[in-house]
């Protein structure tokens, strides 16, 4: 039974094939006009690797930022709003919150459907739900003949309360369905169905202006590995971690903003648990950027809403954070004489200078490259050439170490700080901010990139030790075969946390258990493999953010309130005990469990647990030391080894400085740790 997890990213598309404990890691360089070109070619060259025939392969999943990239790039559908009237400008009069309240440099990016095309018809429901004012169907009807002669592809449906009762916005959803067959209609009843209009509006046009050209994408996905003779139908990770099938990605493809990142971050809480590390921060750094996360107690952090791209979005989504950092992030001189790496990036073509394709920028990789860390004698991925380091010298002298007046190994050390000080910065952020001391926690550093600065970044923040899974650079794509297929149902409840709010909670919470068990019988008739988790966003009263709060069912009002402290406190730093709480949202999470793979144990045999050569390599900018390389496919359980060392494998290159030693666990992943530290770390 053969397994296939798939990662597209900006730079590379990676591809892990599972045949029962056989993993078989690839990369390819991705194809971002054409993404489903990248992942065809590489299920023939991985599959040509395992000498599998496509008729063997049982399962597909997939893990995309494509719709991020349309909303970056703004490269999505020709895009409308039909909206209740008086509501029209909702999209532009937004939040009165600012991401920097002195800086007014920042703007926000523009509405995805042009005020032109935001056309308003007479509709009311109260705050309950009870009709006010009947639907126009006349008004949706000349709306979707103005919206023709345009050349609307996408319409989005946001009616005021509509999450109470989503009967208008049904019945304008069947009139413009039939009136213009070919536009993708997005309704937020079935998107976003939670209160709150402008982020409810946002993330169903969001989901409208990616629909076309995402349906376009999975349409020549499925062509092209039905082509191949695979025949089984693929999943979709959605931003929350979990799968879902291609039919619903194509329905709500807003969903897979972080599908790529959250396989990964979740790969990595399994990985770490199992390897007896429940406190950990993940980063990922790819080609392009690096994705972030904190992992407390072996549990991922969920958020209800996160920016993408400068535009809400509120579903489901692992708490991710993503700076412009990676192994192709362009290194530059600012006019006031400042080093800069990032955010912009090389991408897949030309790509960094190193790869002799005709990149001119100087790059991290490059920078790597240049102090030895990188062996110029073996590519980055299956089949490529030598990586060609006199073009990377010349592209960091060019471009760094001639306009700073500095040597080559010195801009090629100053890269890798710049770089590792972002890096660094962020995660403290997402680190300290929520009360978590780095001293006491694990890093998880993969990515193609990742292992290559991983100790570097622990320095930077006194975290004394790191976490490097096998085939670290397809660690998302692992994930992909780590997951489960899930899926969350949300009602609105807005009421106060007394005897009557909570009966309508319990009442909210009995509609949608019922439909996660349909939900659930569809996925797999084993209920022994049925999971349902319950959540409920509240706050103070008078706040304007939730906190999520877990409950079990038959859990009591004052239980609930004391978990509800509690999680605020941790959230938060602080509870208001005397303070009413309001409940505003219930949510269920159904999980079809029994479909993920996890980590197995190494066979104790096999391994040389020897260094086959050395090379000179820079640390400090100025001298070059013998440093040991090992093959990590030669080195087993228990092996230890003593920086400096470099540790090759065919998906990323780890780096143990000097002063750190790693060890291999019984799950094949190094650990590396500071010595001769004063850190402290609780596991």
């Given at each position: ?174 009139i413009l369905k039939r009136l213009l067959p070919h536009a993708f209609i997005s309704c937020s009843v079935e998107v976003s169905p939670e209160f709150r209009e402008f982020e ?54 807003v969903r897979t903003c972080l599908s790529g990142p959250a396989a990964g971050v979740a790969a990595a809480a399994t990985i770490a648990l199992k390897a007896g590390f429940p ?298 005990r005397s303070r009413k709480v309001e409940i505003v949202n219930c949510r269920v999470i159904a999980t079809a469990t029994g479909f993920k793979s996890n980590p197995s144990h ?82």
């Amino acid at each position: 039974m053969i397994r296939i997890g798939i990662d597209v990213g900006g730079t590379f598309t990676d591809l892990t094939l599972l045949n029962g404990n056989q993993a078989i890691h690839h990369k390819t360089p991705s194809t971002p006009e054409e993404p489903a070109r990248a992942i065809e070619k590489g299920l023939q060259e991985i599959m040509e690797l395992a000498a599998a025939k496509p008729e063997e392969v049982s399962w597909i999943g997939h893990g995309t930022t494509v719709a991020t990239n349309m909303a970056i790039e703004r490269t999505g559908a020709k895009t409308a709003l039909v909206t209740t009237k008086g509501f029209r400008d909702v999209l532009e009069i937004g939040r009165q919150t600012r991401p920097n309240l002195y800086d007014y440099r920042i703007t926000r990016p523009p509405p995805l459907a042009a005020r032109r095309y935001r056309i308003e018809v007479a509709e009311r429901l109260n705050e309950e739900g009870s009709v006010l004012i009947p639907l126009d169907k006349t008004a949706v009807e000349d709306a979707s003949s103005s919206f023709s002669k345009a050349g609307i592809e996408a319409v989005a449906v946001v009616f005021l309360h509509s999450y109470r009762n989503p009967t208008h916005e049904k019945h304008a959803v069947d009139i413009l369905k039939r009136l213009l067959p070919h536009a993708f209609i997005s309704c937020s009843v079935e998107v976003s169905p939670e209160f709150r209009e402008f982020e409810r509006t946002s993330t169903t046009v969001l989901n409208a202006f990616v629909g076309p050209r995402m349906s376009s994408y999975f349409k020549d996905f499925r062509r092209r590995i039905t082509d191949l003779g695979i025949k089984v139908e693929p999943y979709i990770v959605h931003s929350g971690g979990g799968l879902m099938t291609l039919q619903t990605a194509e329905h709500i493809p807003v969903r897979t903003c972080l599908s790529g990142p959250a396989a990964g971050v979740a790969a990595a809480a399994t990985i770490a648990l199992k390897a007896g590390f429940p406190n950990i921060a993940t980063f990922d750094v790819g080609g392009t950027s690096t994705d972030i996360a904190l992992i407390t107690n072996g549990t991922i952090r969920i958020a209800a809403e996160r920016e993408v791209a400068g535009y809400p979005v509120r579903t489901p989504s692992l708490d991710i954070a993503v700076i412009g950092a990676g192994g192709g992030s362009l290194a530059q001189v600012d006019d006031a004489g400042g080093l800069t790496v990032g955010p912009k990036s090389s991408g897949a073509n030309p790509g960094p200078a190193a790869y002799g394709l005709g990149g001119k920028g100087a790059t991290l990789t490059d920078a790597n490259l240049i102090l030895g860390r990188l062996d110029p004698n073996s590519g980055l991925v299956e089949g490529t050439t030598k990586l060609d380091l006199e073009a990377a010298e010349s592209a960091l002298s060019e471009n760094v170490a001639i306009p700073l007046d500095i040597t080559l190994e010195k801009a090629a050390a100053g890269v890798l700080a710049v770089a590792t000080a972002n890096i660094a910065r962020a995660i403290r952020s997402a680190t300290s901010e929520r009360g978590h001391d780095l001293r006491e926690m694990a890093l998880v550093a993969y990515g193609g990139a990742g292992p290559l600065l991983a100790a570097d970044v622990a320095h930077e923040c006194g975290c004394p030790v790191v976490i490097i899974p096998p085939a670290p650079g397809t660690l998302c794509a692992r994930g992909i075969l780590m997951s489960d297929p899930t899926t969350d149902f949300v009602e609105t409840v807005l009421a106060p946390a007394d005897d009557n709010g909570w009966e309508s909670t319990e009442t909210a919470f009995s509609r949608m258990t019922k439909s996660a068990k349909g939900w659930l019988n569809n996925q797999t008739p084993d209920q022994t493999r049925h999971k349902i988790s319950r959540i409920i966003e509240a706050r103070y009263l008078g706040q304007g953010f939730e906190a999520a709060t877990e409950t079990r069912e038959g859990d009591t009002l004052s239980e609930f309130i004391e978990r509800f402290h509690k999680t605020h406190h941790t959230e938060h730093g602080y509870e208001i005990r005397s303070r009413k709480v309001e409940i505003v949202n219930c949510r269920v999470i159904a999980t079809a469990t029994g479909f993920k793979s996890n980590p197995s144990h190494l066979n104790k045999s096999g391994f040389s647990n020897y260094s086959t050569e050395t090379r000179k390599v820079c640390f400090d900018g100025q001298t070059r030391i013998d440093t040991s390389i090992y093959e990590r496919s030669k080195i087993g359980p228990s092996t230890d080894i003593i920086g400096p060392a470099i540790v090759t494998e065919k998906t990323a290159t780890t780096v143990i400085p000097p002063a750190w030693r790693a060890e291999v666990d019984a799950y094949g992943n190094l650990i590396l740790r500071v010595m001769n530290s004063n850190f402290s770390l609780n596991r």
